[in-house]
């Protein structure tokens, strides 16, 4: 799977939590958010970086919990990062 071809899955997939997400498609996600957040970033500093963030955060937790049903996890391993290190 390509760069264009894995952009294009989750976009048609963006609000999708069941199913699986190949690691490509994942990992292209998710150059693709850190490019145009960037890129958003430089242009017009925070505002139009926070509303790329808001307008992606569907299609990329989407695509996470679909990889993480790919890896045979459940979704609610999204929130072990919430934990602090300290409280385990």
Do not use: Q
């Amino acid at each position: 799977m390509g760069f264009v071809e894995a952009i294009r899955t989750c976009l048609r997939k963006y609000a999708t939590f069941v199913g699986t997400a190949t690691r490509p498609e994942y990992w292209w996600f998710f150059l693709f958010n850190v490019i145009g957040s960037a890129a958003f970033r430089l242009i017009g500093g925070n505002a139009l970086s926070s509303l790329w963030s808001l307008a992606f955060l569907l299609p990329g937790l989407g695509v996470a919990v679909r990889r993480l049903h790919d890896t045979g996890r459940s979704a609610w391993w999204l929130f072990t990062g919430l934990i602090p290190p300290w409280l385990i």
